[in-house]
C-alpha cells in the first residue's frame, strides 16, 4: 500500500481535541510529596532527569493512552483518511464471448477458426470464468466457473450454423460482469444487431476492460448458396461466388446435376420445379466454408388432395372458395350418383334427401373413420336431416344471429373475420370435439376426430356476408389443408437461428439427436423429423458466408498476449478507524474494572 493520506486535510484540525486531556491529564490532583531525609538523595534531579521522569510516568499510565488513541482515532476520521493501492482488475472474473457462429467453421490451414478460438480460450480463463455463446441469439452457457469446469465445457463445445450478433453477446457479457475482463473471441464476421465496436465502447465506458482476439487469418476461398426461394410449384436457389476470379461450379438438385458458371463476387440463380418430400442441393465446389455448399428443401409429399363436393345445388360461392388454392383437385357429384373413387375430403352442401340413396350417410361415416375428413356445411332443412352420425352435433331450432366469434386460434382461423349472421340453427355437440367459433355461444364450427379421420360442422349459413369477403377462400383453403394434414412448402423450410414453437412438447428428430421439446431452436443445418411434418432448416446467409472481413478488428490470436490491467484504489479507513475506537471504548470499561477503580 501507498503512504497514508487524507482527502480532507482540513479534518486534521480535530486532532486539536486531543489538548483538553493532555491538560486534563497534567494538572489533575498528585499525591503530597514529604520531605524525608534518608531519600532526599533519590529525589533530587536535573530539569532532563524530570521530563524522563515525565514521560515515564505517561507511558505507565495505561488509562491516559487508551483515552488518547481513541479520542486520536475519532478526530482522524474527520480528514477522511486513505491509502492507494495498485489492484488488478482483471485477476476476480473473466468473461468469454466465443462466437459459435457458422464462419467459425471456416477453415484456416489444417485448424478451422473455431478450433483456434477455444485454444485461445483455455489461454485466458481466470479464477472464475464466465462463457457467453455468441450465435444469432446468444447465451451465458457457463458462469463463475472453476479452470478446470471451462476447460471440460471447452472441449465438449461444437460449433453451430448460425448466423451472429456479436454485438448483442457483448453487451451479455458486460450485464454478467461486474469487474473483471471481457474477452470477445471470434473472426468478426457480424451479420446483425449491434456494432462489435459500439458494444466494446459501451462496457468500457463502464470502466470493464475489454479484449478482441481475431482468429481470421489471410484470405479464405468461399462459394456457397446464399438463398432459397421455396414454391409449391418452383424452387429458385441463389449461389454466390465470393473470390476474385470467376467459378464454374456444379450445382446437384436431387438426382441431376446442372453447371452454373458464376462471375467473380456475383450470383447465379437456378429454378427448377419443387419435388415432393426432401431434397438435397450441393455446390460440387471444396473451398474452406463447407455449411453453405449444402442446403435442404422439404415439400409436402404426393400430389393434390382430392375433394368431392356432394350437392344437389352447390353454392358456387362453396365450390369456388374450395378451388380457391389450385392445389386441389374438386369433383362435384350430384346425387343420387356418387363415384366410388377415392377421395381425401367430402363436402355435403344444399343436398336433395329424396335424391339421396340409402345407406350414403353410413358409408361416409366409415370412409371418416377409415381416415377420411367429412364436412358438413349447413342447408337451411339440416335439423330435419338425420346424418346418421355423420353430423359431429344436434341442430334444433333457428336463432337470431350475431357476430361469429372464434374460439380456438388455428392456422385456419388465424386473421380470419367470419363477419355476422343475421340468423343460424342451434347447434349441440353430441360428444368431446374442438369448438372453433360460436355466435353468442352457440358453436357454428366445430372439428371432431373419428377413427383415424375428422368431422366438420360448417353452420354459417349461404345467405351471411362471409361468402363475400376475401377471407372466405382463404379460410377454405387453409381447413382442406389442416384435414388432409397438408403443409406449406414455406411451413417447412427454415433458417437457422430460428426458433420453432409447437402445439405441445413431442419427440424431435435433429440433424444430430433425437429430443423432446415444445420449442425447437434450429441451431443445426438439416432436416428435422417431426411428429406431423418433415421440416429444414439452411444457413442461406449472405453476410455470414463472407468469411474475409473488410476490415481487420482486434489482435490477431497469434499476437495477442494476456496482460494484467492495475488500476489505483483507495484504501478508506474511516471504518477501521471508528471500529477501533468502539473497541478501545469497550476495553477502557473492563481495564477501569480490572484496575479496581469502579
Known amino acids: 500500500m501507498a503512504p497514508f493520506q487524507v482527502g480532507n486535510p482540513a479534518g486534521l484540525y480535530w486532532l486539536l481535541a486531543l489538548l483538553p486531556l493532555i491538560i486534563l491529564y497534567l494538572i489533575r490532583p498528585r499525591p503530597k510529596v514529604m520531605n524525608i531525609p534518608s531519600l532526599m538523595f533519590f529525589l533530587r534531579s536535573s530539569g532532563s532527569r524530570r521530563l524522563t521522569s515525565f514521560l515515564r510516568q505517561i507511558t505507565h499510565d495505561w488509562l491516559f493512552l487508551i483515552q488518547l488513541l481513541l479520542l486520536a482515532g475519532l478526530a482522524l476520521t474527520f480528514s477522511e483518511p486513505f491509502s492507494a493501492y495498485e489492484h488488478d482488475i482483471t485477476a476476480s472474473s473473466t468473461v468469454i464471448v466465443l462466437d459459435v457462429s457458422a464462419s467459425m467453421q471456416t477453415m484456416e490451414g489444417v485448424h478451422s477458426r473455431f478450433d483456434l478460438a477455444v485454444s485461445q480460450a483455455k489461454k485466458v480463463l481466470g479464477a472464475k470464468t464466465t462463457i457467453i455463446l455468441a450465435k444469432d441469439a446468444p447465451y451465458i452457457a457457463l458462469q463463475d466457473a472453476s479452470a478446470d469446469d471451462a476447460i471440460r465445457f471447452l472441449n465438449s463445445l461444437q460449433p453451430r450454423d448460425t448466423p451472429t450478433r456479436l454485438g448483442e453477446a457483448i453487451i451479455l457479457a458486460g450485464e454478467a460482469l461486474g469487474e473483471g475482463r471481457v474477452v470477445v473471441i471470434s473472426d468478426f464476421i457480424n451479420t446483425g444487431g449491434q456494432d462489435p465496436d459500439i458494444a466494446k465502447a459501451v462496457l468500457e465506458s463502464k470502466k470493464l476492460v475489454v479484449d478482441f482476439i481475431n482468429v481470421a487469418g489471410s484470405k479464405r476461398r468461399n462459394v456457397g448458396i446464399v438463398q432459397l426461394d421455396a414454391g409449391n410449384d418452383e424452387t429458385t436457389v441463389y449461389v454466390k461466388n465470393y473470390n476474385d476470379v470467376q467459378e464454374q461450379i456444379a450445382l446437384r438438385v436431387g438426382g441431376s446435376q446442372n453447371v452454373l458458371k458464376v462471375s467473380p463476387k456475383g450470383i447465379e440463380t437456378f429454378s427448377f420445379k419443387t419435388p415432393s418430400g426432401v431434397t438435397k442441393l450441393e455446390l460440387g465446389v471444396r473451398d474452406d466454408l463447407s455449411v453453405d455448399n449444402v442446403v435442404f428443401l422439404s415439400a409436402p409429399k404426393g400430389g393434390k388432395a382430392r375433394i368431392l363436393l356432394v350437392a344437389n345445388n352447390a353454392s358456387p360461392f362453396l365450390r369456388n372458395g374450395l378451388l380457391a388454392s389450385g392445389e386441389v383437385d374438386v369433383v362435384v357429384a350430384v346425387p343420387p350418383v356418387i363415384p366410388r373413387e377415392e377421395f381425401d375430403v367430402v363436402v355435403l352442401n344444399n343436398l336433395d334427401m329424396k335424391q339421396v340413396l340409402p345407406g350414403t350417410f353410413e358409408d361416409l361415416y366409415k370412409f371418416a373413420e377409415l381416415g377420411g375428413t367429412v364436412i358438413v356445411a349447413v342447408q337451411g332443412n339440416s335439423a330435419k336431416i338425420d346424418y346418421k352420425g355423420v353430423l359431429p352435433v344436434k341442430l334444433g331450432e333457428k336463432l337470431d344471429g350475431g357476430f361469429v366469434n372464434v374460439e380456438q386460434l388455428n392456422r385456419f382461423t388465424k386473421n380470419i373475420d367470419f363477419g355476422k349472421v343475421n340468423e343460424f340453427?342451434?347447434?349441440?355437440?353430441?360428444?368431446?370435439?374442438?369448438?372453433?367459433?360460436?355466435?353468442?355461444?352457440?358453436?357454428?364450427?366445430?372439428?371432431?376426430?373419428?377413427?383415424?379421420?375428422?368431422?366438420?360442422?360448417?353452420?354459417?349459413?349461404?345467405?351471411?356476408?362471409?361468402?363475400?369477403?376475401?377471407?372466405?377462400?382463404?379460410?377454405?383453403?387453409?381447413?382442406?389443408?389442416?384435414?388432409?394434414?397438408?403443409?406449406?412448402?414455406?411451413?417447412?423450410?427454415?433458417?437457422?437461428?430460428?426458433?420453432?414453437?409447437?402445439?405441445?412438447?413431442?419427440?424431435?428428430?435433429?440433424?444430430?439427436?433425437?429430443?423432446?421439446?415444445?420449442?425447437?431452436?434450429?441451431?443445426?443445418?438439416?432436416?428435422?423429423?417431426?411428429?406431423?411434418?418433415?421440416?429444414?432448416?439452411?444457413?442461406?446467409?449472405?453476410?455470414?458466408?463472407?468469411?474475409?472481413?473488410?476490415?481487420?478488428?482486434?489482435?490477431?490470436?497469434?499476437?495477442?498476449?494476456?496482460?494484467?490491467?492495475?488500476?489505483?484504489?483507495?484504501?478508506?479507513?474511516?471504518?477501521?478507524?471508528?471500529?477501533?475506537?468502539?473497541?478501545?471504548?469497550?476495553?477502557?470499561?473492563?481495564?477501569?474494572?480490572?484496575?479496581?477503580d469502579v
Not at 537 to 543: I, M
Not at 553 to 568: F, I
Not at 573 to 587: H, R, S, T
Request: glycine fraction near 4%; aromatic fraction near 12%; charge should be negative.
Open 425 to 596: 340453427i342451434a347447434a349441440e355437440p353430441t360428444s368431446e370435439q374442438t369448438i372453433i367459433a360460436t355466435v353468442n355461444a352457440v358453436p357454428v364450427i366445430t372439428v371432431k376426430r373419428l377413427g383415424a379421420g375428422k368431422l366438420v360442422y360448417f353452420g354459417i349459413p349461404d345467405d351471411a356476408d362471409f361468402k363475400f369477403s376475401p377471407h372466405f377462400p382463404i379460410f377454405w383453403t387453409e381447413l382442406l389443408k389442416f384435414v388432409t394434414e397438408q403443409q406449406d412448402v414455406r411451413n417447412l423450410n427454415f433458417k437457422t437461428g430460428e426458433t420453432l414453437l409447437l402445439d405441445s412438447e413431442q419427440k424431435v428428430r435433429t440433424p444430430s439427436k433425437t429430443v423432446q421439446r415444445s420449442a425447437l431452436l434450429l441451431d443445426e443445418a438439416g432436416v428435422y423429423e417431426l411428429e406431423d411434418r418433415v421440416i429444414v432448416a439452411n444457413l442461406v446467409n449472405e453476410l455470414e458466408s463472407e468469411v474475409n472481413s473488410a476490415k481487420q478488428v482486434g489482435a490477431k490470436s497469434t499476437d495477442y498476449e494476456l496482460r494484467p490491467v492495475k488500476e489505483t484504489r483507495r484504501f478508506i479507513w474511516d471504518v477501521w478507524l471508528i471500529a477501533i475506537a468502539l473497541f478501545l471504548l469497550v476495553f477502557e470499561v473492563f481495564f477501569v474494572k480490572w484496575r479496581g
